[in-house]
């Protein structure tokens, strides 16, 4: 005969049985999405790190020629690593240096390919805007004004953007907007750490102009 105790526990797994056969799929289908997330939130990371770390034995390679000032192999390890390893760092600080490299032997077209990579491919948003910085600058070598601004025409992070303040006072410079000029070199220099060397750079600009810039102080109550 059944004791009050086994028919509460019948009761109970009756209840259990109701709620299972009402919500079971949709329990077990929100734990796979759950588990899925997980496995590919592990994996995501795994692939990073994995890639990251073949893209470091390229990127030993590509400093090894920079040193050795070999500028072929410096060129096929910048390839490999954007080819294989684009969506790491390591792709666009390669890209960034071999352009460099590529100025200081007047291949211009062609440092202007690697910065223009990165400002299309990085994935790192400090290197992005200093390749459109450097590329910037190219274009402003080429009179090519529109262009220079266009590249400049974003919401650049916090810690460039007194530099793209500074970038775009030069080409209202150059177009003879001096009022502008004075402004864009006003805001870049009071944004700046005054402890930059650059800061100086902006005050012979503006000195140039017959601006000097003013230090706002604090009022001591």
Request: net charge negative.
């Amino acid at each position: 005969m059944a004791t009050n105790l086994d028919l509460e526990e019948q009761e109970q797994l009756d209840q259990l049985k109701h709620f299972w056969n009402q919500w079971g799929n949709a329990i077990s289908s929100c734990l796979a999405v759950i588990a899925l997330a997980y496995l590919a939130y592990t994996g995501w990371n795994y692939w990073q790190r994995h890639q990251a770390s073949q893209a470091t034995i390229l990127f030993d390679t590509f400093e090894r020629a920079q040193k050795a000032a070999d500028m072929v192999l410096m060129e096929r390890a910048v390839a490999d690593i954007k080819d294989k390893f684009g969506r790491t760092v390591y792709a666009s600080q390669a890209a960034l240096i071999l352009a460099q490299a590529l100025l200081e032997k007047d291949r211009m077209d062609d440092a202007q390919i690697q910065l223009q990579w990165v400002i299309d491919h990085g994935f790192d948003s400090g290197y992005q805007i200093i390749a459109r910085l450097r590329l910037s600058a190219l274009w402003i070598d080429k009179k090519q004004y529109a262009a220079a601004r266009q590249l400049l025409s974003l919401t650049a992070p916090t810690a460039y953007r007194s530099l793209v303040q500074d970038r775009l006072g030069d080409l209202s410079f150059l177009e003879g907007q001096h009022s502008a000029a004075i402004a864009l070199y006003q805001s870049a220099w009071g944004a700046m750490d005054p402890r930059a060397e650059y800061r100086r750079l902006l005050e012979i600009k503006l000195a140039s102009l017959g601006v000097t810039p003013e230090v706002q102080t604090k009022e001591t109550p």
